[in-house]
């Protein structure tokens, strides 16, 4: 066991502040990860603030972080994948059961025995798992993935989370050229699934809230872009879109939204609000549309979406900020202030 240099929350309400946690010795399937950068996802928030207890209560101290991404330091001795001093980056999963058929079919998003990068039972040393707002954390190999070498770092960390949730729906529900497909929310995910869409060479149009994000949001590769408050605007787009992905954090009327959907048209919900959302029955009757949500992805998804990233050089917008201003940033992330994610710069922490 040794220690590492982290930020935790110690209640719903108190602010992240320094802390030293204990890490595990790598045993022999373990890589040691030199954190550089880490993404600021608003599941940390949530999290933190103890959102989500209905479905996943925080435990404290917390120490979020899934957007993670560093150097191999130490290897154990079956290791082979990896070496000190090779890139490496982990997401939302550290392990699973490896041995159900959702982690046969590579899907270990939804293994039963999931161990969360943070807040789930750690079974190594005890309590809960830590995160990625620390200088080091340790893996199985098996859990961790290789990043392409020409994508930079600090807006590379984002894809580990915001890429491949929203890489992972996109793809199951066939976004191509030919499709309509419609993005809610210009944040984190939201900006990611902008580049990916256009990248799939959908026709692509983002749905917000601010009017500020208008230029962004073409810039980022979308070919229209209705502020979602403007109802005559929305009303145009009326039965016409193919897939609609909604990553939204906060309360909001899905309706408009199913509204918009064709026949047999999909909005899949990746957003995860605190609260329940409300639902028509007709919005999806009429139509034939279906509501569903995604998690994540499993591994080889999520190596699969690196290497796509890798080859069309897509990363994260991101600002990057050292540890101390997480706080800030938090407070950020309530009011849509983002352009579009939070990266930490684990040199900050380092140097404390
Ligand atoms: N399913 C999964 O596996 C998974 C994985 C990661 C994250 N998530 C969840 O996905 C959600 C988004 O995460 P994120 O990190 O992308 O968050 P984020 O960066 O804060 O983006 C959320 C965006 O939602 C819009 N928004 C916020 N409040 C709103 C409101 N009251 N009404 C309408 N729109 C509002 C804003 O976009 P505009 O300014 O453009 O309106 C905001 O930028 C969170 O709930 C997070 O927990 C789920
Ligand atoms: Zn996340
Ligand atoms: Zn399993």
Not at 33 to 38: G, K, P, S, W
Not at 257 to 285: C, H, M, Q, W
Not at 309 to 327: F, R, S
Request: net charge neutral; charged share 20%.
């Amino acid at each position: 066991m040794y220690h590492a240099k982290a930020y935790s929350a110690g209640s719903a309400v108190a602010p992240l502040a320094r802390t030293a946690i204990a890490r595990r010795d790598p045993s022999a399937h373990d890589v040691q990860i030199e954190i550089l950068f880490c993404g600021i996802c608003h599941s940390d928030l949530h999290q933190v603030r103890n959102e989500w207890s209905g479905v996943m209560p925080t435990v404290y101290p917390c120490v979020p972080g899934h957007e993670i991404v560093g150097r191999v330091a130490r290897v154990g001795s079956a290791v082979r994948r990896f070496k000190p001093g090779d890139l490496a980056a982990v997401g939302c999963l550290v392990d699973s059961d490896r041995t159900c058929p959702e982690c046969q079919a590579g899907l270990e998003q939804f293994c039963p025995q999931v161990t969360l990068t943070y807040n789930s039972p750690d079974q190594h040393l005890g309590g809960v798992t830590y995160g990625g707002y620390s200088d080091s954390i340790v893996v199985d190999e098996r859990f961790v993935l290789r990043l392409p070498a020409n994508l930079a770092l600090a807006g590379a960390a984002p894809l580990l989370c915001a890429g491949i949730t929203t890489y992972s729906p996109m793809r199951h529900w066939g976004v191509a050229p030919g499709k309509k497909v419609g993005v809610v929310g210009l944040g984190g995910l939201g900006h990611m699934a902008v580049k990916l869409s256009h990248a799939f060479g959908a026709h692509t149009v983002v749905f917000t809230t601010s009017p500020s994000k208008k230029d962004d949001a073409l810039r980022l590769g979308a070919d229209e872009v209705v502020l979602s408050r403007d109802a005559a605007r929305m009303q145009k787009h009326a039965g016409s879109f193919d897939f609609i992905l909604d990553a939204v954090s906060a309360d909001h009327d899905i309706g408009a939204y199913i509204d918009l959907l064709r026949r047999d048209g999909n909005l899949t919900l990746v957003g995860a609000p605190e609260k329940p959302l409300s639902i028509a029955a007709f919005g999806l009757i009429f139509g034939r549309r279906s509501l569903s949500g995604s998690p994540i992805g499993g591994l080889p998804e999520t190596q699969e979406m690196l290497d796509f990233c890798g080859a069309h050089n897509l990363t994260a917008d991101v600002e990057v900020i050292p540890i101390q201003k997480v706080n800030e940033a938090y407070a950020r992330l309530l009011q849509s202030d983002v352009k579009y994610r939070f990266s930490i710069d684990m040199a900050s922490l380092k140097a404390e």
